[in-house]
């Protein structure tokens, strides 16, 4: 009984310092552990208790878990100009590493969504994705 109970303790500290609902769940499984030892259960038992507490936990709970502990991301004002249009100011190709484009009076560093297509300078194109500060853009 003494060694699940330090695995909880342990996991239970883990979780408490990195707050990532990793270890969790083997927490809950060696507290299903110290119930087979209490009910006199041998070792089998108790570990085949550990892995399907475990598993069961994380495969119900994370989910909840998950939703209620790390909301989804909120979107930013970068993220409403995918979609949007733009226009070329500077020849964008990627493999010389060049390309600049204007959206809502602003110029923008950018790359062709495809590796290997040039986009001349006046050119209307739209943003589908931003990576950093550069924004990724395919031909309208």
């Not at 226009?87 to 204007?102: A, M, R, Y």
């Not at 589908?128 to 395919?138: A, Q, Y």
């Amino acid at each position: 009984m003494v060694i699940w109970l330090v695995i909880l303790a342990v996991m239970i500290l883990v979780e408490v310092i990195t707050m990532g609902l990793t270890t969790i769940w083997f927490a809950l499984g060696s507290l299903g552990a110290v119930v087979a030892v209490a009910t006199g259960q041998g070792f089998f038992v108790q570990f085949a208790v550990f892995v399907l507490v475990s598993f069961a936990s994380m495969v119900i709970f994370r989910p909840i878990a998950v939703r209620y502990f790390n909301p989804a991301k909120e979107k930013t004002n970068i993220d409403e100009i995918i979609g949007k249009k733009a226009v070329v100011i500077e020849t964008i190709n990627n493999l010389q590493g060049s390309g600049k484009v204007q959206c809502r009076g602003m110029e923008w560093t950018a790359r062709a969504a495809e590796e290997t297509d040039i986009i001349e300078k006046d050119t209307e194109v739209e943003i589908t994705e931003v990576k950093g500060v550069k924004l990724m853009v395919k031909a309208r």
